[in-house]
């Protein structure tokens, strides 16, 4: 959106008063128009009759058409109209473009700008359920971009005084904290692909955002290390094969997580050399069974 100019003393304009106040609005609607429009002035004449209502009027259109032009304001162009000096008052429409890609390109940026901080702020609300008492996350800059890699400690006072009398450090330090957190959905997938066997898979956001949603509810590093361990020991596996031990299923809700967790306490100690075995005989069985 741009805007048109006008005179503040417009009301005053001895033009604008022999017309009166009806001709008045159709002259500014039509400026609006046409720099909405990109016309530089011109209105074309089934848009004139249509920029202003005179049914309440003793008047029509091509009354107050025809006053604007009597008085100057407008023109005849053809069977059109044309606004009287019209680049004399306001911006050409090449300009008026350009105006309208700047105005563009800056809420755009400030949409992205509201979004990461947005982003941020739920990341925040996330993760904080980890983080040690007394410690708020604030925001960071990195190249322009919002991120959460420092802490305000709200008792630093104190652990100063401790550091300064020789006492051990209780607390995480703030790199490997924030580290962490925002690297947890990426190792708990490693763990993942390297304990199930999937090398070639890989962290869709719907699988981080599975992942997250887990650690969200307060899921800890270990349960999320048993429910993999109960998915890699005691996944179904349908009669073709398939294995359902997606990490995305996994974590689906906290029923499901819970029901991998318990799968790992349920199923007895078993070798991956017998469980291969096992697998081999069952086939065997199956094909010399066909061939009876």
Not at 67 to 83: K, S
Not at 111 to 134: D, F, M, T, Y
Not at 164 to 181: D, R, V
Not at 250 to 269: D, G, H, L, M, W
């Amino acid at each position: 959106m741009t805007w048109i100019k006008l005179e503040d003393d417009f009301t005053e304009n001895r033009k604008f008063l022999r017309v009166g106040p009806l001709a008045g609005y159709l002259a500014i609607s039509a400026i609006a128009w046409s720099t909405h429009n990109l016309t530089d002035g011109k209105i074309p004449e089934p848009i004139a009759y249509r920029l202003v209502d005179t049914r309440e009027a003793d008047l029509t259109p091509a009354d107050l058409i025809e006053r604007l032009i009597a008085a100057g304001l407008w023109e005849r162009d053809g069977t059109d109209y044309r606004i009287h000096d019209y680049l004399f008052y306001q911006r050409p429409s090449s300009e008026t473009a350009k105006a309208r890609a700047k105005l563009s390109r800056q809420r755009s940026e400030a949409g992205k700008r509201g979004a990461a901080a947005r982003w941020q702020s739920e990341r925040n609300n996330e993760i904080s359920h980890v983080l040690p008492s007394g410690k708020t996350p604030t925001l960071a800059q990195d190249n322009g971009q919002p991120i959460a890699n420092e802490w305000q400690d709200d008792d630093a006072k104190s652990r100063e005084g401790r550091e300064e009398k020789g006492e051990e450090a209780t607390t995480t330090t703030i790199e490997n904290a924030s580290h962490s957190l925002v690297d947890l959905p990426d190792e708990i997938f490693q763990e993942w692909q390297e304990r199930c066997h999937h090398p070639q898979a890989k962290l869709s956001p719907e699988r981080r955002r599975k992942i997250e949603g887990r650690l969200k509810e307060g899921a800890t590093r270990e349960e999320f290390r048993t429910a993999i361990e109960g998915a890699a020991k005691a996944a179904h596996v349908s009669d073709s094969g398939q294995r359902f031990d997606d990490i995305e299923l996994i974590c689906r809700n906290r029923t499901k997580f819970e029901s991998f967790i318990a799968r790992t306490a349920a199923v007895p100690q078993t070798s991956e050399r017998d469980r291969l075995k096992a697998k081999d005989t069952a086939v065997l069985k199956r094909i010399i069974g066909g061939t009876r």
